[in-house]
């Protein structure tokens, strides 16, 4: 079974970072894409970012690009999204997820696994 579980959320101040993890089992880790998603109250869900299965791709939304980073350990099953230069408009729930394919997409549908989400906050 499949088990994604985000840690890391919290409040923090605009320009402010904050990391997130995702700690993967289950899964078949070093050949799996993995993506960060968000939900805003009230929003859709919206794709933040991708990383291949090697690590070696990653792809961004606009909106995040420059600012936030994804990377992960193969060793240890965990993926993270490093955010820098916080703004208010970041506030929602994050939630990572676990492709089956090498190379992931920001369509959500391209995601099997999902984990609960963590809320991240971000005052102005």
């Known amino acids: 079974q499949v088990h994604l579980v985000e840690s890391g959320g919290g409040l923090v101040q605009a320009g402010d970072s904050l990391r997130l993890s995702c700690a993967v089992s289950?899964?078949?880790?070093?050949?799996?894409?993995m993506g960060w998603f968000r939900q805003a109250p009230g929003k859709e869900r919206e794709f933040v970012g991708t990383?291949?299965?090697?690590?070696?791709?990653?792809y961004y939304n606009d909106s995040v690009k420059g600012r936030f980073a994804i990377s992960r350990d193969n060793a240890k099953n965990t993926v993270y999204l490093q955010m820098s230069n916080l703004k208010p408009e970041d506030t929602a729930t994050y939630y990572c997820?676990?492709?089956?394919?090498?190379?992931?997409?920001?369509?959500?549908?391209?995601?099997?696994?999902w984990g609960h989400g963590t809320q991240v906050t971000v005052s102005s």
């Open positions: 990383i291949s299965g090697s690590g070696t791709f990653t």
């Open positions: 997820a676990g492709s089956p394919h090498m190379y992931g997409s920001q369509f959500a549908t391209n995601y099997d696994y």
């Open positions: 289950g899964l078949t880790f070093g050949t799996s894409a």
